[in-house]
């Protein structure tokens, strides 16, 4: 085995003091605001820090300036990054947001909490849509909110996104766990007032949007949670996902177009043909309006962070940032984020903010890190103890963990939801897609497969090896892959434990996800037409 360091500690040098820019502001709103350290009432806060998870849904780690992209498109992250430590090479366990997202909050491999599209198989066999069903969770007291509930933490859930829910399992041992795409909830978002300047103009765009109006509620949430308990807090920002659909002022800032949101926007259900195989819109038309999207993601960072900062709670938290999965933006003619597990839906965005700016400016390189250990790295920084498992583990302490051998990334198909896509496009191959994709990754390799058989190995950049023909070693890759694959497949065979259940009532969530790009049905239904869901 080579030798592995497990991280390279380097500064950020000039950039860093740009980008602590805003953070600095920050902190200045944390002095002026700051009633929290007055009191002293909040117990040992070094063993019990308030924290942060933050879910930028649909985030493709390449697209990030911090992690190397030609356009500003994070500069709040990019800060955060800076106070902090970045996992340059995180990958997700599944290309798609329930699965990612259980995973986060169970420990477990798609395979073992079951929250795939495999759970609603037999569902799917019905005419109803595949979106009517919820999942129940095994081990409703392995969920992230009922142990951090156990350990004494108040646990707050801000989603907009109907997958990551109460139907799903989320919410248990949440505190609140506000569903943001519902009517009531947009009607208790107060309006905003009445702008005469160009500034309140941008502050007003920012809270009509479902992010503005997570932010808005966790001011709230700030306000009335009790002093000397700890929280934990939960937000996903769904901004990037389809449709892409910036606020005005941010449309032209990467060169997107008007006339490409309109068009998305009058051909609902877009985002299922363009799945199909059927490119309606061109990566050029596509790119600059998802990165205009994920700038606006990142400006919900920003604004949260300066909510937590004027609350006086941001400096002593943990921050941990990801994403579910990242997005294919027409790479092999390939959109969205499903069929498939290729790298662009694999590679996350990973960064830990910890208590005091500890570590700050850390950028680990290790290859086999992955969104899945945020689960133990939010309850070991919890004070609970052996959180780490076989396949979560705790990033805080990784120094001190033998390394990981290797990772799994694995996608399920749905034979409803493939026939849906072959009702819509006819040259859509549904034999093709039906069996499982997995990709494996070693400190050197990564490996596609297809059910159990290498369709690509590639080297890790700057892991090959000398002294063996590349062509050689790339087989012994596959081969071993392949291996590893079979082991992991047979010590999981019935692992499979949460149920799909039927949650058709929800017709508020149906709608959302059929809005999202999900649907499923035998009878190849046309989603129903409405407006775009993310910004309201
Ligand atoms: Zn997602």
Not at 271 to 285: C, D, K, Q, W, Y
Request: aromatic share 8%; charged share 25%; glycine share 10%.
């Amino acid at each position: 085995m080579s030798c592995r360091a497990n991280e390279h500690e380097r500064g950020w040098r000039g950039r860093s003091r740009v980008l602590a820019l805003s953070i600095l502001l920050a902190a200045g709103c944390e002095r002026a605001g700051g009633s929290a350290g007055k009191s002293g009432a909040r117990p040992a806060p070094e063993h019990r820090p308030n924290i942060v998870l933050i879910v930028i849904d649909t985030a493709r780690a390449d697209h990030f300036s911090c992690y190397g992209y030609g356009a500003r498109t994070t500069p709040n992250v990019d800060a955060l990054a800076a106070h902090g430590i970045l996992f340059r090479n995180a990958r997700s366990v599944a290309p798609w947001t329930l699965p990612s997202h259980m995973s986060m909050f169970t420990g477990l491999p798609p395979r073992d909490h079951g929250a795939t599209w495999a759970a609603f198989s037999e569902p799917g066999k019905t005419s109803r849509k595949l979106v009517e069903f919820g999942f129940a969770p095994a081990e409703p007291e392995r969920m992230l909110g009922a142990r951090l509930r156990a350990a004494g933490y108040r646990a707050y859930g801000f989603s907009p996104n109907p997958w990551v829910s109460r139907n799903h399992g989320f919410a248990e041992g949440f505190e609140g766990f506000t569903e943001l795409w519902r009517k009531e909830e947009q009607s208790s978002t107060p309006s905003p007032k009445r702008a005469t300047t160009p500034e309140e103009q941008l502050r007003n765009e920012f809270q009509r949007t479902r992010s503005g109006a997570a932010v808005t509620a966790v001011e709230r949430m700030l306000a009335e949670h009790p002093r000397g308990e700890p929280f934990f807090l939960f937000v996903n920002f769904l901004d990037s996902h389809f449709p892409y659909d910036p606020p005005h002022s941010l449309r032209d800032r990467f060169g997107g177009k008007t006339e490409t949101v309109t068009a998305i926007r009058e051909n609902p259900g877009c985002e299922f043909r363009m799945i199909a195989g059927l490119p309606l819109f061109s990566p050029e038309e596509l790119v600059p309006l998802y990165d205009a999207d994920l700038f606006a993601a990142d400006r919900a960072v920003g604004e949260l962070m300066r909510r937590l900062a004027s609350a006086g709670v941001l400096e002593d938290a943990l921050v941990v940032l990801t994403s579910d999965h990242g997005e294919l933006l027409g790479e092999n003619g390939r959109y969205s984020h499903q069929l498939y597990v290729d790298e662009p839906l694999m590679h996350v965005p990973l960064i830990l903010k910890l208590p005091g700016g500890e570590r700050a400016g850390t950028i680990v390189d290790d290859p086999l890190v992955t969104n899945l250990d945020v689960y133990a790295t939010v309850l070991a920084a919890a004070g609970v103890e052996g959180a780490s498992g076989a396949f979560s583990r705790d990033l805080i302490a990784a120094a001190r963990q033998p390394p990981r051998e290797l990772l799994i990334g694995e996608y399920a198909p749905s034979r409803a939801y493939l026939d849906y896509l072959h009702g819509l496009n006819d040259r859509f191959d549904v034999e093709d897609h039906l069996r499982e994709r997995f990709v494996v990754y070693t400190p050197e390799f990564r490996t596609e497969l297809v059910g159990p058989t290498a369709v690509a190995t590639t080297p890790l950049s700057g892991r090959m090896l000398d002294g063996m023909p590349g062509e050689a070693r790339l087989a012994a890759a596959a081969r071993a892959a392949e291996q590893a694959l079979v082991e992991y497949l047979a010590a999981r065979d019935g692992a499979r434990s949460g149920k799909a259940r039927f949650a058709g009532d929800d017709l508020e969530s149906v709608a959302e996800l059929e809005a999202l790009g999900y649907a499923g049905t035998e009878d190849h239904e046309e989603p129903a037409p409405g407006p775009p869901a993310k910004q309201r």
